[in-house]
Structures are given as C-alpha cells and as structure tokens.
C-alpha cells in the first residue's frame, strides 16, 4: 500500500517555535499529533454526519442507496442528532466546568476552603444583583455562600427561566420566550437533548434544532457566564497585565511546570505555591533557580488573565512542549488534553500529571485536586516536579517568544474607553457609528490537527486590523494572536487600518483583544448586549455589525458555543473543515436561512479563509447600511497621532519642517 503523504513541519505549522519541535520529532523519530493526522483518513461518512450509532441495531452509514436506518431514521434525522449531541457535549463541559467553580465559592465562603477567599467583592456584588440575592449590609461570606447556591440552583431550577437570561436586550429575550427555546435550567437542557437524541424520540430536524438552540443558550447564558463570573469573584476580575507567549517562555535553569487544560481552581493555587520560599529552597536544592510557570490551552488564558502568566502555547502545542525535553511536570485538569502525551512524557522525563476526579489518563501520575486542601496538594505537584529536574537530558527550547496585553475583561474595556466616573460603551459604539471601527469580529476556539496550524487564525486576524474591524479572541484562537504579536498597543501601527488605528492610539489598547478562555465567550454576549442598551447600534444583538467565528475548530465546545451565539442573534463562521451537516442539505438549510428567519443569526461551515474573510466583511457592510451609517471610507482616517508622528519622523529634515512649522 503506497505511503500517505505526511505533511513538512513547514506545511503543518506557521507558527516558527512549532516548526522548531516538528523538526525535531523528526530526528528523534517522535509521533505527534499533526504525524497522526496525515496517517489517518478522516471518515468521509462520519465527516458529513452520516453515521448513526446510537442503537445496537446499526451502526448505520446512510451512503449510496441507503437513505434511511434500520429503524426507519432518514437522513436529515440523523445529521440533526448528531449535531445536536456534540451541542449537549460541549454544552455539558462549560457547565460542569461552572458548577464546579460554584462548589469552590460555597466552599470557600463556609470556610470549608482556607486557601481561596473573595477577591473582587464587586463583582459578587453585581452578581448577587442578577441572581436575587439580597447584598445590604451583610457579612461577605454570606452573600458569596447564597450567590454560590443561587448559581448552583440555576443547574437545576424546576421552574421558571434561567435568571440571567435577563442580562439579554429585551428584544433577544422576547424571540427566545416566543419560540419556546429560553433555557430552563441548565441540567434540564442538556440532559432533554441527549434525551431527545436517543433512538426512538425526536424524528424531526428542526424540532431537534430547536432544542439544540435553547441547549447552547443554557451553556452561553448560563453555566459559561457563570463560570466567567465566579472566577472573577474568586480571582479577580481581569484588568490589562503584561505577559509573553510561545515555548520560548520556557528556562533551561528553572523547573517548568505546564498547567494545561480548562479549570483555574487549582492553578491559581499552583501560581501562588511557585512562589512560596519552602518550594523555591526545594527547587534550589535540586539545581534550579526556581519554579516557571507557563499555560497550554484554556487553564493558560485564565492565569494569564489574572496573574500575567506567561504562554507556552494553543492546543497543538502540548506535545511539542514536552518534545523541548524541558517540562518537569505538565499539570492537566480537564478538557482538551491529548492521550498522546503519555507516550511522549515517558520517552522523556516528564512527569504528567492528571488532577481532576473526572480525568485519568492511563499511564499517567494521579494528584487528585481537593479544593478543601488546595495550597497542600499544589505544593506535593511542584515538589513531584522539582524531583524530575535532575532527570533533564538534552533540552531543545526555541527562542521564540512574543509580548501581549491581555486582560480585557468586558468591566476593563467599559472603564477603558470611558473612564472611572463615567465608564461605557459609547466610544466603541460612536466609532462603529462614524466608520472608524468598520465592525467587530470575535475569532475564537481552537487548533485542529488537520490544518495548517494557525494559519487560519493569523490570515482572518491580520484580514480584518487591515480592513478597521476590530478584533475580541478567547481560547487558542487568542494564543494564536499573542504569539504573532497582534496583542500590544504598538501592533495597532503596524497592523491595523487607518481608522482603527486611530482608535487603538487614543485609548492605548491592542488591536486584537484577549477576552480569556472558552467559557470567557460569554464575555463576548455581554458585550454585545452592552453595546445595545449604550443605543445608535439596532436594539438587539442581530443588528451590531459584527461575526464570530472559530477559523479552526475542532471541538465539541465550539460547536455549543457557536449554536448559542446564533441563537443570540449572531452570524457565525466554523472555519477550517468539512461541514458536519454537510449530509443533510435540509439541515443545512435550517441553521443557515432557517435560523436566520428564527433568530436572526446563521452558522455556516466554511472551508476556504478568504471566504470566511470575504463574507464577514459582507456581512458588517450589510448591517451597518441596515443602520442607516455611513458607507465604510477607510481614506477619511489615519493621518493623526503616533502614525502621523512615526511618519514624519522617517521624513529628510528640510520636509520634517515643512510638516512641522508649514514653511522651510
Ligand atoms: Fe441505525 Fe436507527 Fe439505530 Fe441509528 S438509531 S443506529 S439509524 S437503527
Ligand atoms: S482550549 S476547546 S482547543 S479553544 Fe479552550 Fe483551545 Fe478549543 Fe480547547
């Protein structure tokens, strides 16, 4: 059998520091997943969500002549359930991830969990206001002990509608109450999907569709924004910190432990532990300067947000970092973590460490995290690391690392744009208004394996700075941008359009926002909602000119993340590969025109990244003539301040005059 065509480290990654470690696994002979990837054809059949195996009687490949199952499921039956089980997936990983988070602040507030305390009691305050709970004068503890069973109640309300539904514009709320998908209770929506999708139930696409909707709405305005919210509370909500990004973060002469995965409880735990002098001693004793801390994935941005800790790299770069021979421990909570890294951290001297009682992974070190004993069991993780640093063999670390700014949580860019007294939206919104800002595009999610790494990411970004559209990121989509450099204050000169260049100078923020990690998305709705009520954009979410997109999803996650934008009135492109409805063009259909008519957001599935570029552009100008702005005129903008400076500073002395003091 011919040999399948594996792809160069060059034609696999863009990103220079993962190219580094792909040549290296070559001469080392270590398998990766980008190797993986090339080895495998993916299912055609399961690709395009025609393979049902959701009873014992198939499973079924509706292909050729078979348009139907054994139990009779046509085509469009199948394509809908399938979809609608990865939305009840990804839904159910953001919101266990929350309840979670809640258990900790009821723990924490009970005192059950001396190692955490409240840390922006402000925000507890504005999220007791949400959830009914009474703030007056009582003691802090009391408050953050109700707000947690309030939060907690939201996963099973038995009756009613979830509470923070109403931090939606009132149009939004009107269309989701009319079309019967506001969300319940969060548990009860995940578990009527998986129920509905089960042989035998539901038989009706867009019926299946429907509740598929109001699934990700409970995940996107439920279990996500509360997630968001109570790790605010606990770790203080994100204001602009200085950081660096790639695996040149790593030091040869410090033990490095990568915390990778999804949950802060335990790595801010962790962050607090690297710098305790009992742990540093031990550190020294064995040889090294100290502890480096550095992020994979969704834990990364989380202690980035909050405590500037640096980035080693997005969700393809979890093997390669154990491949630089230089992580003493990589430390994993849950979602996202490749099987993979077993072989690879026992080829080396890794030790990989699982934490979470919901993930073990053969062939792994279990450290289970209890929050009630949270500094003792960081500090037993560090110690296992620092036992491995002795054990180091040849340590290959490419020096390749960027600056960021990250920290734009939607409370920080509220004050940024308009100050401490009177903090809003309505610069952003005026410079949408007046063109400068053409529009705004969230670019989000992760890395997949059968892609060219990044590429996808760097071209849509780099797309939209040029043409003024300004650029919000969570996820690895966000580490993408922070490696290339996209996220400081200075990439705005050098990356962005004359008009938003000019936005970025004024307020001195980056032309590409780091909004945090997947669950963080919902930080994206408040804003959105906020540019709402601050009026002169529509009075819903659908009218804003503005597009999400994951340019290079691969997980469950996004797919629950783009279904709750849709249904909260958004467009949103899945960009990178093929179409997971593809098989149905009726379904297609239905999440494209159909929920455009239902909700005022679509979901496309698109291939090719100068198509998604191309449509998103459409789609603001569209919306922003809907509004009745001005035409998109980038040539109005742009000859002002830094670049104005920068320009003429570069100019001979006798034409710096003339610019300067209009004569010679
Ligand atoms: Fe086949 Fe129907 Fe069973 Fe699916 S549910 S595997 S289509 S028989
Ligand atoms: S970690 S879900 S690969 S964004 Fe949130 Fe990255 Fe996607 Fe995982």
């Known amino acids: 059998m011919a040999k399948k065509k594996v792809r160069t480290p060059q034609e696999a990654s863009r990103d220079p520091a993962a190219v580094a470690l792909l040549e290296r696994a070559l001469e080392i002979g270590a398998e990766t997943c980008f190797y993986r990837a090339d080895e495998i054809t993916p299912c055609p059949i399961g690709a395009e969500g025609l393979c049902c195996r959701f009873c014992a009687m198939g499973p079924c490949r509706l292909v050729g002549d078979v ?3 054994v139990c009779g499921a046509t085509i469009d039956t199948v394509v809908a359930r399938n979809f609608a089980r990865a939305v009840a997936a990804g839904s159910a990983s953001h919101s266990d991830h929350a309840r979670d988070l809640a258990y900790t ?3 924490a507030a009970e005192g059950h969990a001396p190692d955490y305390k409240i840390r922006d009691p402000y925000k507890l305050f504005e999220v007791a206001r949400y959830l009914g709970v009474k703030v007056g004068d009582r003691p802090i503890n009391e408050i953050a002990r109700d707000v947690a069973l309030a939060a907690l109640g ?3 309300r038995v009756q009613g509608e979830l509470l923070y539904l109403k931090r939606a514009p009132a149009k939004r709320q009107k269309i989701w109450r009319d079309l019967g998908i506001a969300p319940r209770a969060i548990d009860r929506e995940v578990v009527d999907l998986l129920h509905r999708t089960h042989a035998g139930n539901d038989q009706d696409a867009e019926h299946l569709l429907d509740q598929a909707m109001r699934c990700a709405l409970a995940d996107g305005w439920g279990g996500s924004m509360l997630a968001t919210d109570i790790t605010d509370i606990l770790f203080g909500t994100p204001a602009p910190v200085r950081s660096e990004a790639n695996l040149g973060v790593l030091r040869e002469d410090m033990v490095n432990v990568i915390i990778h995965g999804h949950e802060p409880t335990l790595s801010e735990i ?9 742990i540093i001693a031990y550190a020294q004793s064995k040889g090294a300067k100290g502890v480096n801390l550095a992020g994979i994935c969704c834990t990364a941005n989380e202690v980035l947000m909050r405590e500037g800790i640096p980035l080693a790299g997005n969700f393809l770069q979890q093997e390669l970092a154990i491949l630089t021979g230089a992580v003493d421990a990589m430390v994993v909570d849950v979602q996202c973590i490749m099987e993979g890294l077993v072989p690879l951290a026992q080829r080396f001297h890794t030790a990989l460490i699982t934490t979470s009682p919901k993930v073990r992974v053969s062939g792994a070190v279990h450290i289970e995290f209890d929050e009630h004993r949270a500094l003792e069991i960081a500090k037993q993780i560090l110690r296992t690391a620092i036992d491995r640093f002795p054990q180091r063999s040849e340590v290959f670390i490419p020096d390749i690392r960027a600056q960021l700014v990250p920290g734009f949580s939607h409370e920080y860019i509220n004050y ?18 007046a063109g400068r800002i053409r529009g705004v595009v969230a670019d989000i999610g992760c890395n997949n394996a059968r892609l060219c790494h990044d590429e996808n990411h760097y071209y849509v970004v780099a797309e939209f ?9 969570t996820g690895c989509g966000a580490i993408a941008s922070a490696k290339k450099g996209y996220m400081t204050p200075e990439a705005a ?3 962005a359009g004359p008009g938003l260049r000019e936005v970025c100078e004024a307020v001195g923020m980056p032309p590409v926002l780091h909004l945090g990690a997947c669950v963080d998305n919902s930080r994206i709705l408040t804003v959105l909602s906020q540019m709402v009520s601050e009026t002169g954009l529509g009075d819903d979410i659908s009218d804003i000119p503005a597009v ?5 999803w691969m997980s469950e996650k996004a797919l629950a993340i783009a279904t709750y934008c849709v249904a909260s009135g958004a467009y949103v492109i899945m960009g990178g590969v093929r179409n997971p409805v593809a098989g149905s063009p009726y379904v297609n259909q239905l999440i494209t025109e159909g929920w455009e008519k239902k909700v005022g957001g679509r979901l496309e599935f698109l291939e090719d990244p100068e198509e998604i570029v191309r449509r998103s552009l459409a789609h603001i100008d569209r919306k922003r003539a809907a509004l009745g702005l001005e035409e998109y005129n980038p040539a109005k903008w742009g000859k002002s301040g830094d670049w104005r400076i920068r320009e003429v500073l570069e100019l001979p002395l006798e034409e710096r005059l003339q610019a300067v003091y209009g004569r010679r």
């Open 67 to 69: 348009d139907m199952g």
């Open 105 to 107: 602040l009821l723990a």
């Open 154 to 156: 939201e996963f099973g």
């Open 270 to 278: 962790i962050v607090a532990a690297a710098q305790d002098p009992e």
């Open 416 to 433: 940024a744009l308009g100050g401490t007294y009177r903090g809003s939206f309505r610069p952003l919104n005026d410079a949408i208004i």
């Open 465 to 473: 700075l040029k043409n003024d559209v300004l650029v919000v990121q």
């Open 493 to 495: 000169l050098e990356y």
């Open 548 to 552: 999400g997109m994951a340019s290079e």
